[in-house]
């Protein structure tokens, strides 16, 4: 399960947040090279600002 969600202050600000069934499935995920190289380029974009946020989508991962 997931959900994207985006600033109240800031239209161009968005937030993902994702529910794993346990902790081994979401370590394996985020030690994953596919996921490791999608994220290694936010490092750079990526502060951290509190702020206040909206439901945008939310919705569950398919399985192939």
Same mark, same amino acid.
């Given at each position: 399960?997931?959900? /994207? /969600?985006?600033? /109240?202050? &800031?239209? &161009?600000?968005?937030?993902?947040?994702?529910?794993?069934? *346990?902790?081994?499935?979401?370590?394996?995920?985020?030690?994953? *090279?596919?996921?490791? &190289?999608?994220?290694?380029?936010?490092?750079?974009?990526?502060?951290?600002?509190? *702020?206040?946020?909206?439901?945008?989508?939310?919705?569950?991962?398919?399985?192939?």
């Amino acid at each position: 399960r997931f959900e /994207l /969600l985006r600033s /109240l202050r &800031n239209d &161009n600000v968005y937030v993902e947040i994702a529910e794993w069934t *346990d902790a081994e499935s979401h370590l394996s995920a985020v030690q994953s *090279d596919g996921f490791r &190289n999608r994220v290694k380029p936010l490092g750079a974009l990526a502060t951290v600002d509190p *702020d206040v946020f909206t439901m945008v989508r939310e919705g569950r991962a398919s399985v192939d």
